[in-house]
């Protein structure tokens, strides 16, 4: 930042997109050496075998037999009627609360996060998230002068630190009424982990005893952009939970067409407000409406509806749902190569149900990343490890990639 | 607002969208009396004369035939390197400034004017626009907490006031340090007004004497959505205007896909920075990446790729000019026929240059606005008048209608 021509509240220094920039030397690497000799491990979208991008055929096809004159039109501020129907059936599956429930369409997972933290926080207040995240979060927070403060996710066992969470939570609200707190989960990127049903129960004990405390405003934020990766239904179970809560506990769910339509650059998602008082629902609806005008006016018509459409037509949902379930299957398959044959070699992974990424702890994750690709494999450093993306890489190189992994790991430690 | 869940900053009484909701009523008017008998004025889209949408072949055929590993695939953050690249050369034709330029990908204009307003204001800041404006500019203030002032649009003679611009920009400036200033033109929403060369010399004489002094940061945000159609390129010529300006003058273009291309419902624009200095666009350029993915992360992936090939593509360009040309004649003939009719009865309407609507000033608007209803003439009614969206309706409609709005307004006077 070089001068002050922006306001004080813009002045970012140059953003640096290590993803990016990492997938370009991926790149680089395939062009020089061949796609064979390289394994790139650094994109977050679902690749088949051969290293071209899915699209799901069911979608792309509902999208070819569209209307021109429904893609060109604007959809409503809100989404469509049917959008906000539709994508609150998709998103709970046979699991769908007793709750008041409406939801509003925005561009991606990410506008449902924004609008999150936007409405729900005011400045200084704090977000709180497990220390395995998506970055987005803490620089959406850095946007909008949010305090951001992570606890560990995993306890020794790595299982849901619900320690590290109640401590984290509990003293956050000694500080401030007003409480965010973000759980990436089923399938949580960049680990793989879901919270169990169990797990959760534990989690709204301590959320329901201190909002026992009225002045205390608590939503829980639940990114389920990886879900329809993490099971074939049941793992919506965990829905059910969110019913006769208080009116200070609001549940807001970020749904992202994104991953479960194979469909990124359309951004189309929905922020899904819960509650047991149906005028808290209706005033989250109309402040993310206003949000809405306020950014970008509306969203993707086109998008909005082909998830209408596969979820109304008998025939697109079946086809839909073919497509689905065999690149999950696909995914599965890769994850379990990679999950034995890291038990083969002794690499310590974390737990995986789910998702595009299994990760890999490790202190001085920069330096094996960059050994990595000394030896072309090239795989996201974290700031606790290393995020391999089983939605970009073969089976065939899923399981040839822990032994390496592990071998640059033990060469450090010498 | 019924509850105090939400956060301060969030609260917005429910949203009431009157252009949706007489929409609505049109078009139930046209399903019970027949589309012969309903001049439906109030949507903000083009519409040929037998009330289908205009979706441009060139701009659909291009999509038609897109790979659909580009539509599902992520663009870049701050839009694809071709797109930020094409934007800037479609945006200003023959008319390019000699400045250092840099665009950033957003979703519509909506997303570039709400990214002005955000990083060159801080709370309380003036934002200032003439008093005929796109309601969605007060609405982003609201939301930012920045100060939306107005001031007259024309002056007696229908002219672009430039004393009322001047008195209120001096004031402003007298009580921050930083102010934004909106235009939208050429074609103004809702009039249809354009400033010309001259007035925007004057324009730029009062803000350079303002300029002299160096704490003054000083961004001009110029929304130019109906662009296209205020001419064949000639209204771009005051583009040029826009160099060798002091530093601390940043000029921000909002440009849109919406109209130019037919492509509302797909949600692409840009946000195009110019400034003397190199430096001052790079950091217009970082801070605008950071708060598109703390916002929406990236933008429609498919609409950037038909702008680019629409551009660089010899024969694409010819079948999307033989499209806009088309579509902007008819356009004229339906206001040209609006305007003569106009005269022929002695109803007074705002200067038009070009654009999607002609404005007729009215006391009472929504008074009119309700009578006309009753005829079954749909027109959307602004604080100051009438607005009348040559885009959406027939030419020998566009004749007929202006007699019925003076007999009407005539019919109050009494």
Known sequence: MTSDMLAQNARWPKFDDKIFAAAKRASDAINLYGKEKVIDSTLGALYDDDGN?????????????????????????????????????????????????????????????????WSFTGEDDPVICH????????????????NFVTYELFDEKYKFNIKAFEKTFRKELR?????????????????????????????LEIVLDEAKNKNKKITLLLDVAYMEYAGSGEQKKFFTKFQNLPDNIFILIAFSMSKAYTAYGMRSGAAIGLS?????????????????????????????EILTKLNEDKDMEK???EDLNKYRAMLEGRARAFIESSKEVGLEILPYFGGFFISIPAENSEKISSLLEEKNIFIIANKNGLRFAV??????????????????????KK
Chains 1, 2 share one sequence.
Not at 294 to 303: D, K, T, V, Y
Not at 391 to 412: G, Y
Request: glycine fraction near 4%.
């Open 391 to 412: 939605c970009a890489v073969s089976k065939d190189k899923c399981r040839k990639t822990p032994r390496i992994i592990k071998e640059v790991m033990d060469s450090i």
């Open 276 to 304: 047991s008082n149906e005028d808290i629902v209706d005033d989250f609806y109309y402040s993310l409406s206003h949000a809405n005008r306020a950014n970008w006016s509306n969203g993707n018509h086109s998008a909005m």
């Open 319 to 321: 086809s839909y749902l």
């Open 53 to 117: 991008i899915v699209a799901f055929d069911s979608v792309y096809k509902c999208l070819e037999n569209m209307d021109r004159s429904l893609i060109a039109s604007y959809a409503p501020i809100e989404g469509t009627i049917e959008f906000q129907k539709n994508v609150i059936d998709v998103c709970f599956g046979k699991y769908k609360p007793q709750a008041y429930i409406r939801a509003v369409a925005t561009p991606g997972g990410t506008g449902a996060v924004r609008h999150g933290i």
């Open 175 to 203: 500080k401030k009424d007003r409480l965010l707190a973000i759980f990436n989960t089923p399938a949580n990127n960049p680990t793989g982990y879901s919270l169990s049903d169990d797990e959760w129960d534990r989690v």
């Open 131 to 146: 220390d395995w995240y998506w970055p987005s979060y803490e620089l959406i927070c850095d946007e909008f002068k949010r």
